[in-house]
């Protein structure tokens, strides 16, 4: 069953994809064959996002992506934010805010917010729910991941200033 | 495994940051689902496509050709107990010449990939006799259902007989309630890792879950294998309340370590996890309320029927809970109330987030919004009347002595500011129907609702749901052991808080969460802060005492007049002070400490005995916008006030608010399993909605502190109370927008268009 060999570009690097076997989607091979666990698995169906990663540009949900279709493109995944071991802007507001409880959904939405911030900077409320309306957390009632986004848009922009 | 946790001076009190935020932000934390092994396995299960069926035959050894197949394992590959349960241990782990419920598992297989494994599970044969099922409650109540199990379709029925039921009030209000089927839907799915002792004699399991001993004691009874064989380290969790408290796949993974001597993994997939844990019991409450002109509640009467699915789980205890509370946070001098919790070839309901008392105020607060309709007072006016006080005898005849500040929530609550009205031009994803943009500003009516509640902290009748920390203090560095789980609430945060606070150190690292200490009880019914908190407080307490005696052994000090104060050890002279760690160099101490939670009994058979602990106390106010044309909901806002006891760490309780809220509101207008006949109908997150952050309503807070002396750190659980009473408060908002009759949650659009 397992006798594919590919190459995925992931975070920069090019990754052999060996023996594997072609119905594998993008979350899997990420996760159980590049040691990339950060994208999780809840639902794979797309409706909740916590297996959001970057494809040329777009956040999409890896695991409604075949791995397979993704050679030749751009993967960016949570892993990629801070090859530096630091925390972006965006994670230690998740952390001060009180944006993380249990953290599933968290790497999905890092990233998602993320995308959101390099689109659109300095968006409004409803653009917020918006963008991160297909990510699910069944913890924090939102409140708090609204304030780290908050706080991320209102410290870019002073820095800007 | 260790955490450093060093970030902030972070005592009591304060917002103190999780330790494991930066690893979870940046994708690194490991959730069960991310262990791996050399050489793992992967494992599989195969389920019951039937609500009820005699099994005829089951063929294995066509999975076993399926090339890179290792085992397959039905019940008979179960080598010790072939049933458990955390009450009665009535559920098979394999079935046994039987499906009682559509998903219940009938064997296992591993394989060298998770595809290999599905070809596996469809290449076993399984012939089965399809039965009638038992789905309708009442027919079990009534005793005219056929029965399903050896053990009859009754889990337990109680009655409740306080004072003099025969009272009669001025007024009379009546209804009968539903409540749905509840989904917990964690987002990580249930995963364990096992691995094998090389001798084949013992296991490790790395697993997410709520209660690390229980499922070891359950597992090695199925296993039959000695308990300190079953070696069980916390996985990270993905969220749980209380779909972890049963095992799932524990047993079926150690068993395929076991005899293919290889580590083993297995993980649910979204619909497999619906199938795979207990769900909030669905039931039907009928109350009728007794009031005087003024409004006060003379006799309340009620019954529950709670539909506990196939095996037991914890029904009889949700029962319980149940009919306890169905006087709500208010006085009440008679009741009689009865209750059944049932089997029935629907899925197995067990524990939830609010734990029977979430169906129970439901039904009492609707009835408080009938009460006031029916007087002719406001919905806060009927509830301020009958508020319950601390020293109130409630229906079991225990006295109420929990600090019991409901009209305080009550009043706080009603003070919060009402959200803007809707206006003229609204955005249109903040209209019913959101992203759908069906709804029409001028076809959008606006109500308000209200609901508090009452929640029991801690187990009940006579069990002794203990918790046990371990604290070890070197060279002034603390370490705490314990086998809390943490799911996502926060202990990790508080534990450490507590230990800087009693020993003033700085510096406080956690011990990896297994069973290599004595057990913390489930993180459950809102009960580690008290129990587990109380724990780590006790052990740290008997360090610092140790510690202040070496110490003044070392100075020649006298030990009674030492204290820790801040990061210092002071005399009470004013004569010494020294900071700790300088204090604690080249000292080791080494303390353990069980933290048990006062005695309570069994209900006797008129449901009178002193049953719970301790209660905690919550108000709600929903606003909602309707539209009455297709019966969209969007709710604005909810106000609240909880009493918390004391915030020993202000941004976990409002997180725990805010998310209890959202489950909430979930139940009132969006979550339902649907199950027909016992076939469930929608199991993926595509068709069972969850509230996304559209749904999300804008939450208003205030915090009730008033220290609660019966616990070890004055605080109360928060966990469960923001979920109870905001789905009928947002159902009588509803209500009180449309009109109609709201008799059930969740709320659908045909309940309101039609």
Known sequence: ?161 | MSQSVTSRRGTLGESTLRPDGAAKVRGEFAFSSDMWHDGMLWGATLRSPHAHARIVRIDTSPALLVPGVSAVVTKDDVPGQLTYGLISEDQPVFADGVVRYMGEPVAAVAADHPETCRRALAAIVVEYEVLPTVHDPEECVAGRAPSIHPEGNIFRTQRIIHGDPTVTGDVTVEGEYEVGMQDQAFLGTEAALAVPDHDGGGVEVYVATQWLHEDRKQMAQCLALPTDRVRLTLGGVGGAFGAREDISLQVHTALLALRTGRPVKMQYGREESFFGHVHRHPARVWMRHHATRDGRIVNIEARFVFDGGAYASTSEAVLINGITHAQGPYKCPNASVTGWAVRTNNPPCGAMRGFGVVQACFAHESQMERLAAALGMSPVDVRLVNAMETGDRIITGQVMDSVAPVAECIRLTDAIPMPPPLGTDPHELSLPGGSGLTAEARHIVRGVGWGVSIKNIMYSEGFDDFATARCRMENGVVTLKFATSEVGQGFVTLAPQIARSVLGVDEVLLDTIDTGVGSAGSTSASRQTWMSGGAVLGACEKVRDAFLAAVATRHGLRPADLSVRDDEVVDSSGAFRMPVRQAAEGLSFDETFEHHHRATEPLDENGQGNCHVAFAFVAHRAVVDVDVDLGLVKVVQVATAQDVGKALNPLSVTGQIEGGIAQGLGLAVMEEIVVTEGRVRNPSFTDYLLPTILDSPVVDMRLVEVPEPLSPLGAKGVGEPPCISVTPAIANAIRAATGRVINRVPVRPQDICL
Not at chain 1, 97 to 114: D, I, W, Y
Not at chain 1, 144 to 161: H, M, T
């Open chain 1, 1 to 161: 069953m397992n006798n594919e060999t590919y190459t995925l570009s992931v975070n920069g690097t090019d990754m052999p994809v060996h023996d594997a076997w072609v119905g594998e989607s993008l979350l899997y091979v990420l996760r159980e064959r590049l040691g990339l666990p950060g994208a999780k698995g809840a639902c794979e169906q797309g409706e909740c996002g916590s297996c959001t990663v970057i494809l040329d540009g777009e956040a999409v949900c890896s695991c409604l992506v075949m791995a397979a279709a993704a050679v030749g493109r751009s993967v960016a995944t949570v892993e990629g934010l801070n090859p530096d071991g630091s925390l972006t802007d965006v994670q230690q507001a998740f952390v001060d805010e009180g944006a993380v409880q249990c953290g599933f959904c968290t790497p999905g939405l890092v990233v998602a917010v993320h995308h959101l911030l390099d689109s659109t900077p300095v968006p409004d409320a409803m653009q917020v729910k918006e963008a991160l309306s297909g990510n699910i957390c069944r913890c924090t009632g939102y409140g708090r991941i609204i304030a780290a986004v908050d706080r991320v848009v209102e410290v870019r922009k002073g820095s800007r200033a």
